[in-house]
């Protein structure tokens, strides 16, 4: 299958820094890419659909301010968690879509955010 | 809204036991249905689907029907082994176009022991 990858894998910060975390499909262009947060023993919660050339967009009750998300090139979105607090420290997971493969979504292995 | 119900975990079976993971959906309109596995420290990988009534999904000695009279879609292997412990997500999706989101249920956690 496709491969996606995310960097950095885990992240520390402090409180009211910024955080940019980015997701790679190395083996297919992307033309959406998902953004997921996972809570410890909680569902995958999609945060926002990425579209390369154009804004994201946010599911309902997700910042768009605070979680600026890019899609810059058809292997490449960045979602920047901005002015991070403890409370966004969270397990972040991306995918991208291989219109190539019936559409199949490949999942990135995920960054681990911890904001002190 | 739509929503995949799924069974609590943790799961803890000896090698070669029959596994069944229960799987709910709502959802209006015919979803399509997945049963994703994340091994541990790595990516959701897709294990099996089905895209319509009665269709039965397989791979790798798993297998899930498609119930929609029970809005079901239950993951089952005949005797598991201990490279099978990881978490097992259900989910569905909707729509076609630019609309290919996924639904996960909270997923269940699979021990197997030799």
């Known amino acids: 299958g496709a491969v996606v990858s995310q960097h950095p894998s885990w992240v520390i910060c402090k409180s009211g820094t910024s955080v940019k975390i980015e997701c790679r499909s190395l083996?297919?262009?992307?033309?959406?890419m998902f953004w997921y947060r996972q809570f410890p023993k909680q569902s995958l919660m999609l945060m926002a659909t990425s579209n390369e050339g154009s804004k994201a967009t946010y599911e309902q009750g997700v910042e768009k301010d605070k979680f600026l998300i890019n899609h810059a090139s058809l292997t490449l979105s960045t979602l920047t968690v901005t002015s991070a607090h403890p409370e966004d420290s969270s397990f972040y997971i991306c995918?991208?879509?291989?219109?190539?493969?019936?559409?199949?979504?490949?999942f990135g292995p995920g960054t681990r955010l911890t904001v002190l | 809204g739509d929503s995949v119900t799924q069974m609590e975990g943790p799961v803890t079976l000896s090698e070669e036991a029959f596994l069944t993971i229960n799987c709910t959906y709502t959802?209006?309109?015919?979803?399509?249905l997945f049963w994703y596995v994340q091994y541990p420290g790595e990516g959701l990988q897709l294990l099996l689907k089905a895209t319509k009534a009665d269709d039965k999904g397989s791979n790798k000695g798993f297998e899930a029907t498609y119930r929609k009279e029970t809005t079901s879609f239950h993951l089952e292997k005949g005797s598991v082994q201990v490279s099978d412990s990881a978490v097992y997500f259900c989910?569905?999706?909707?729509?076609?176009?630019?609309?290919?989101?996924?639904?996960f249920g909270k997923g269940t956690l699979l021990t197997v022991n030799p």
């Open positions: 995918s991208a879509r291989d219109q190539g493969q019936n559409d199949e979504q490949f």
């Open positions: 959802a209006t309109g015919y979803p399509s």
């Open positions: 083996d297919f262009q992307a033309t959406t």
């Open positions: 989910a569905l999706r909707k729509g076609g176009g630019s609309n290919y989101k996924l639904t």
